[in-house]
């Protein structure tokens, strides 16, 4: 158990003679003791932390894991130690492709991939887009940026809830556009039922997700150094030139976490369509999530549910250690 | 900022100019019409609200605003919601605020387990820890008396860790941006290592500070699934009791969305005066 | 070093966890105590306007109870979109409310869980026997040869809903009692951008209702005798398809209807817009809806031929809340005393009155009130012509899975898409095969 203060090699040795040294310093701070100071200390402040992962979500996850072993149906929830082991038969169950449970599990984790993949693109490319636009002052943009704010501040429940009303097939806005005013449909075309429910599903998860990658792209865009610009602007290149050559290399960085959690927080998000399409979600927008709630919640198997939950936790792991692993090597190479 | 975030000097030719006014008008459009459905539905009397949508509505009325109050005890859900997301924000981010000095200024054994476990709770779906979650918090209820379920108590815990990895993790990047002189010179002066995250680098941090403010505070105020389960009539926060306006026979469109509005207000307004530190703050935390 | 703190912080973590697993579940033991005869917590389920207007209906009753057996009651109205989860928690922890309303389709379901205090004859003495209520509202508490679940507390049954100045302008003069008249009045009244019937195409248990309904007049059961599922018996079959038909060959729904699931087909009868809608007890609805009561009518559900009765001729399933009491409860003798009260003659006209339900109490059913004209059907349908939907411990589960068929089938034909026999039968196999167990 050895802690040191990681410090450049100038300023460290005074810091570390500072705090190890038998100097004045020590004898004014008297409330640390020495050992805990120099070898705990980050222990210490990590400790809270900890303790609440552990609470929160580590032991719980363990649990869910156990109950991923077990029959857990409704005979017995009421007293969980009775429930018989099953070893594997869950997992089984839900990776035997041929049936229809493990068929509908691939089937819904496909829709989620497809889902996932637009819905965390367009919300980037949007973000990057008025991000972009935004950078330079004019008039409006102080405005605009709120505006582009407001769907984060909605409750989810609200502003869901609004769009399934506008996507209403015979009184929804939408339809009103579409049909009646531009004349672009035939027949009005239903959203939230049947092939078109999944670009429902893309266009609210969109509206809801994209402010957030604005926030964090607008912000990466704001440190990179004016001089590059005005370099470039010397050189002649114009200012579509200047975004491709100077804007847009610039976010990668940003880009790396970013479209990490948006991956993450899209792939698991349940709010979006259990309010827009209640317990039952469309075959073509059936996402995981609601497939694993009705799975354990509605059909009452907990057991089966809890699988199907590992098994998506270890396909994200995968994902995102591949993910890190390749996006990390990128960017160290080109540092050095 | 604007001298840093502006561009080339030069000016930007018409065809930057045009892009620029359609896409931020597509964009803005697309961000207000919902927006302006709730607007104009929330002023509706419940007969038109279920009609063919109109863009001019007739026989506007304000009382759905006032029904509000009375069809779902709104005041008290928006009261616990403040409570809940409040505390779950500040104590979420002095949490993260010492999770993160630490990892960023000190090396020590178990760092990057430490790091890469926090990361990775985020993968977790909230499906697989939501019953024994709650089963932890009746069994800590039964052994000590400690009321975590049906509590504000239990859901702000729970809150503030679900915002704790994403926290942490931004306030490394911001904290390792910046300059360890000064902390150190801070402890040249006789500062602990405490006082000097207290003394200089808080301070220093206040920009990104915010920005994991605020992102912990959405994170606690719109959660449904968790808050559906674990609260009950006198601890139900917003997010699950604005789904009240819907019952078995009726659904209240019109107060739904004015209540949606009404709530939302002072998030926006706080939004509005937090922003110019939302964005200066997130930089760092993001770039690293 | 190292890897043996991850090991044993591992173990750690694993011995709590178990120890959580061990001791989840409440108690076992039966029974339940009178630890503390002084209080109950009541979960009652939202049956009026709004929570809100739960709670001021509900308020003065409890308060009577208070002052006749000095017990308090902790009130909780809690809303449906949270009922049953918090019921599932509530049975995994053991950590619940003492009495509770629950749906009555679910009995079955909860009655397998173990949690609930089983209605024996002994139980119900305390409450003045098993032969105050209806029959169908008792057989829908719980797994037929088994003590029930629960107690009937409020009941409904199915009724049809017309439109009289509608059907005044298309020239029909009575309600339509059989099937094939309702198709024949519905082509009538189906034109100018006018439907004759409404549906909840996207709502699964309404599906369910409907679906079962017909399957029944079709002698289809959906459960074996075993409790097995059989959603594919040519019955079940035929029952969907008709269903469904009304939208894909009669016409007579909207294609629209197929993504309600709010509660659209109201708004669309109290506007004029359908002229029929199968429900049950929708007045409040209408009224709030902005419509009068002279203006529409109520009419058994249509049969297949002849008048309503039992078996084939079956045109309701049996709605209602059922009041179950958790077996863990410190106050059981207090709990009985509760539902003993809730269900007297004299509380069930009050709050029946109130929810413009039917009380489940035969003595009660006296009241004027519920002669009525629309609560005169419900009440001869609900004594006479209704079945309980089937009391199978995955009942959720079917209505899930079966709700779900009749959704997409729904979806096809107002998309235009065929919908034969063979397709119906090929999303019900698959609905089948869904089912575990």
Redesign the interface.
């Known amino acids: 158990m050895t802690a040191t203060v990681t410090t450049d090699p100038g300023p460290a040795t005074s810091a570390k003679g500072t705090s190890r040294g038998s100097g004045g310093a020590r004898r004014r701070m008297p409330r640390i003791p020495d050992r805990i100071r120099q070898g705990g200390l980050p222990y210490l402040l990590l400790l809270p932390a900890v303790l609440l992962e ?1 609470l929160i979500h ?2 719980p996850m ?2 869910g894991i ?2 991923s072993f077990r029959q857990l ?3 017995f ?6 429930a018989p082991w099953t070893g594997l038969d869950n997992y089984r ?1 839900a990776v035997d492709f041929d ?3 493990g068929e ?1 599990l691939l089937h819904s984790f496909f829709v989620t991939c497809v889902f996932t993949f637009f819905a965390v693109g367009l919300a980037w490319l949007l973000g990057v887009a008025a991000a972009v636009m935004l950078q330079e002052n004019f008039r409006g943009r102080g405005v605009l940026r709120t505006i582009f704010l407001v769907p984060y501040a909605l409750p989810v429940y609200a502003a869901v809830i609004t769009w399934a009303f506008m996507f ?4 929804g806005l939408v339809n009103h556009v579409l049909h009646d005013q531009l004349g672009l449909t035939d027949q ?1 075309s ?1 959203w ?4 078109n429910s999944i670009y429902a599903l893309i266009i609210v998860s969109v509206w809801k997700g994209w402010p957030f990658a604005f926030l964090m792209l607008m912000a990466a865009l704001q440190n990179i150094p004016r001089e590059l610009y005005e370099a470039a602007s010397i050189d002649g290149a114009g200012i579509w030139q200047q975004i491709r050559k100077i804007t847009l290399p610039s976010l990668r960085p940003v880009n790396q976490v970013l479209v990490l959690v948006l991956f993450l927080w899209t792939f698991n998000d349940f709010n979006t369509p259990y309010v827009l399409f ?3 979600a ?2 073509n927008a059936d996402l995981i999530s609601i497939h694993i709630y ?1 799975s354990s ?5 907990f057991g ?1 549910g809890s699988a199907m939950s590992v098994l998506l936790l270890l396909f994200l792991l995968v994902v995102t250690a591949v993910y890190l692993f390749f996006t990390s090597r990128g960017r160290k190479g080109s540092r050095a | 900022m604007p001298s840093r975030a502006a561009r080339s000097p030069m000016a930007a030719p018409q065809s930057f100019l045009w892009t620029r006014r359609v896409v931020l008008t597509l964009l803005a459009g697309f961000v207000l019409l919902p927006v302006y459905v709730m607007i104009s539905s929330s002023l509706k009397p ?2 038109e609200v ?2 063919k949508f109109q863009w001019i509505p007739h026989g506007l009325t304000v009382q759905p605003y006032f029904d509000i109050w ?4 709104l005041g008290r859900y928006f009261v616990n919601s403040l409570i809940v997301a409040g505390s779950a924000t500040v104590l979420s981010v002095v949490i993260a605020v010492f999770s993160a000095y630490a990892v960023s200024r000190y090396s020590f ?2 760092k990057r ?1 430490f790091t890469v476990t926090v990361l990775s709770t985020q993968m977790f779906p909230g499906i697989l820890f939501l ?2 979650l ?3 918090f ?2 800590i ?2 052994s000590t008396g400690l009321a975590l ?1 049906g509590s504000r108590g239990g859901l702000i815990l729970t809150y503030l860790t679900f915002s704790l990895p994403f926290s942490i993790w931004m306030l490394i990047g911001y904290f390792d941006s910046i300059p360890r002189d000064l902390d150190e010179a801070a402890m040249v002066d006789g500062c602990g290592p405490i006082r000097a995250l207290f003394r200089v680098v808080v301070p220093a941090a206040v920009p990104g500070i915010v920005a994991v403010s605020v992102y912990a505070f959405m994170t606690a105020w719109g959660e449904v699934l968790f808050a ?2 674990m609260t ?2 006198e601890t139900r926060t917003l997010a ?1 009791g604005l ?10 469109w019109n107060q739904v969305m004015a209540a949606s509005l009404v709530v939302s207000v002072p998030v926006v307004v706080g939004f509005l005066l937090l922003q110019r530190y939302l964005v200066a703050g997130l930089t760092a935390g993001a770039v690293k | 070093m ?1 890897h043996l703190r ?1 090991a044993a912080a591992v173990t750690l ?2 011995s ?11 108690t ?1 033991s039966g029974g339940g105590s009178n630890e503390s005869p002084k209080t109950l917590t009541y979960w009652a389920s ?2 009026g ?5 739960d709670k001021k209906i509900l308020a003065p009753e409890l308060k009577k109870f208070e002052k006749e057996t000095g017990i308090k009651v902790k009130l ?7 009922l ?3 019921i ?2 509530a ?5 619940g409310p003492d009495v509770l309303n629950i749906g009555n389709t679910w009995s079955a ?2 009655q ?4 609930l205090l089983p209605w024996d004859d002994k139980n119900f003495e305390a409450i003045g026997g098993r032969d105050r209520f209806i029959d169908s509202a008792v057989a829908s508490a719980g797994k037929e040869g088994e003590p029930p679940a629960a107690v009937p507390l409020y009941s409904l049954s199915y009724a049809l809903y017309y439109n009289k100045k509608m059907f005044a302008d298309a020239g029909i003069t009575t309600p339509p009692a059989t099937w094939d008249q309702l198709v024949a009045d519905g082509k009538k009244l189906s034109k100018d951008g006018k439907w004759a019937l409404g549906a909840e ?2 709502n ?1 248990s309404n599906n369910i209702h409907q679906t079962f309904v017909l399957g029944q007049q079709h002698g289809a059961d959906f459960f074996d005798k075993d409790g097995k599922a059989d959603f594919t018996s040519d019955g079940a079959v035929s029952a969907v398809k008709q269903y469904v038909d009304f939208m894909a060959k009669d016409k007579i729904i ?3 209807n ?2 309600y ?4 087909s ?2 669309d009868f ?2 004029g817009r359908t002229a029929m809608v199968l429900w049950q007890a ?1 007045a ?2 209408f009224a ?3 419509m009068k009561p002279e203006d529409w009518g109520v009419a058994p559900v249509p049969v297949p031929a002849g008048a309503p009765g039992a078996g084939k001729q079956t045109n309701s399933m049996v709605a209602g809340i059922n009041m179950a009491v958790f077996k863990n409860t410190k106050n059981i003798d207090g709990a009985k005393k509760f539902v003993k009260f809730m269900t007297s003659d004299e509380e069930q006209k009050i709050l029946c009155k109130t929810y413009g339900s039917i009380p489940p109490v035969k003595a009660a059913q006296s009241d004027p009130a519920f002669s009525a004209p629309e609560l005169k059907v419900l009440r001869d349908t609900l004594a006479t012509s209704a079945a309980p939907l089937p009391q199978v ?2 009942e ?2 079917f209505e ?1 899975a079966v ?2 068929a009749v ?2 089938l ?2 096809d034909a ?2 235009g898409k065929p919908v034969t026999t063979d397709t119906v039968k090929a999303r019900l196999e ?1 609905a089948q ?2 089912m ?2």
């Open positions: 552990l580590l032991i363990i649990v156990v109950m149906t409704q005979f929830i009421n007293n969980w130690s009775a169950l049936a229809p449970i509908a209403q097939r015979d009184n009005p239903f939230l039922i049947g092939d209640g317990k039952s469309p075959a009705q919640f509605v059909t009452w198997n089966t | 419940l007969q279920s009609g009375e069809t779902v005890p054994r178990g387990v019953l024994p709650f089963l932890i009746v069994n209820g039964n379920y559906s389960v009950n009539d699950v789904q009240g306006y819907s019952t078995l026979n009726d659904v209240y | 190292r991850a973590a694993i709590v966890a178990a120890g959580v697993t061990g001791c989840g579940g409440g076992s939202n049956q306007p709004s929570v809100e207007a909780e109205v809690v809303p449906w979109a949270d049953l989860n918090r599932l928690a049975t995994t922890s053991g950590q379901s909860l397998a869980t173990g949690a195409g996207s699964l909207a294609p629209g197929a993504e699931a709010q509660n659209q109201l708004t109290a506007k929708a409040t609805t709030s809806q902005g411990p995955n959720s589960q899930t709700g779900t959704k997409e729904f979806a107002a998309a698959k095969q869904t575990q167990q």
